[in-house]
């Protein structure tokens, strides 16, 4: 299996998987036309399959113009069959679909909309995640609760360590400053740090990441850091009001 990476608009991956064995073409949240029909015409590939996380639009905008121009069946969660341009097959909450040598299960993690999923490839320790998680950082809780978002981020924090994380934006340099001011004295935070500003420097994506990875540096992973708890001033807080606050932090970082 391939995983190709294609910015779109200011700051947002969409994803091309191409099934090596059964030569299946599968998009995720095509941001835009014009820039993902491009990509497809320069590879020479046709996109039997478009998967949605979410209904916004930076990840729809390409749904019915390039079902249009190529007949692609579009995939997305049932509950929000009404929010999804040209949506043929409407996905249930741990339902398994079947795409050529490829198995896919849908994950229901509201927070950031209600009906937003994530998509995991066991078998290949892949996460399409939109904007749940972002390597150092998750999502805004936009229609959805702050428990909801709290139990969505542990359903990619608790995916097997080698997991890959897609996300939706290059969110990382942002994040990252954010991550530093709380928690300025993690030696992972530090390493990474060098790295994530490197790539930058060069425009190079800093996606995918990795559960692990996350695990070590991202503080939406590290509730019950000690040090975290008390530079926020929660030392005897849940992890739900740990989580809280710092998502409002971020709101106004």
Sequence with gaps: ??????????????????DSVNK?????????????????KNKNLVPNYILNTHHHSDHVGGNILLKQKYNSSILGFAADKDRIPGIDTFLKDRETIKIGNLEIETHHAPGHTSGH??????????????DIVFSL???RVFEGTMEQMYHSVNKIKNLAPETRIFCGHEYTKSNLNFCMSIDKNNKDLKIKEQII??????????????????QKTNIFFRLDDTKIRKAISLENA????VFSKLRKLKDNF
């Design 1 to 18: 299996m391939i995983v190709n990476l294609i910015p779109c608009l200011a700051d947002n991956y969409s994803y091309c998987i191409i």
């Design 24 to 40: 299946n073409v599968i998009l995720i949240d095509p941001a835009e036309f014009s820039v993902v029909d491009n990509f497809l």
């Design 117 to 130: 999923v994530f998509y995991y490839l066991k078998n290949e320790k892949i996460a399409f995640v939109g």
């Design 137 to 139: 950082g998750c999502g």
């Design 197 to 214: 500003l490197a790539q930058r420097k060069h425009n190079i994506p800093t996606i995918p990441t990795t559960v692990m990875d996350e």
């Design 238 to 241: 849940t992890e739900l009001e």
